[in-house]
């Protein structure tokens, strides 16, 4: 067994939100079968009698046992260290960068116009605007997400194009 830290371990795991912390409970209740079935069966057969039982990969499996992306498999820890250790670590890589609400509300004014400007020119007004008023803002590709999850698709054809545009995005 490698030494490491349980502290670290567990402190770490407690600040996951909840359905991360259930995720590595049964990923290491699904070690603790492998375990137990490779004892009858030899660990190479217990991967994928495992695999077919709970419906993970043998590479997931594996992974989880011996490791992978730099980090240490459950192999070299306790057993009852894994539900922390199995904790998805994971994350989106991004955070989510904050626009003031006046610079939302701006760029929602200018962009669903009838005259139908280009998401760049918007983005650059606002740019020359959030300077002078000392807005923050996200980057343009921010913003092309933000309107594509914040705005229905039907909202965006009514303001941009009209009534007429709208009846036509609709089946008769």
Sequence with gaps: MKKYSREEIWAWAEKSSDSKKEVGRRRAEVLHRLVSVAENIGMVEAFKAVSKDVGVSVS???NWWYGGCSRPGARHYHPSDWPALLVPRHSTG???KEIDEAAWEFFKADYLHPEKPSLTA???RLKRVA???GWSI???ATLRRRI???IPMAVQVLAREGRE???RFYPA
Excluded: G, I
Aim: overall charge neutral; some cysteine; hydrophobic content about 25%.
């Design 148 to 150: 594509k999850a914040e």
């Design 60 to 62: 997931t499996l594996q």
């Design 138 to 140: 996200p980057s343009l």
């Design 131 to 133: 300077e002078r008023e």
């Design 94 to 96: 991004r955070k989510k």
């Design 122 to 124: 918007c983005y650059d």
């Design 165 to 167: 545009a709208l009846d």
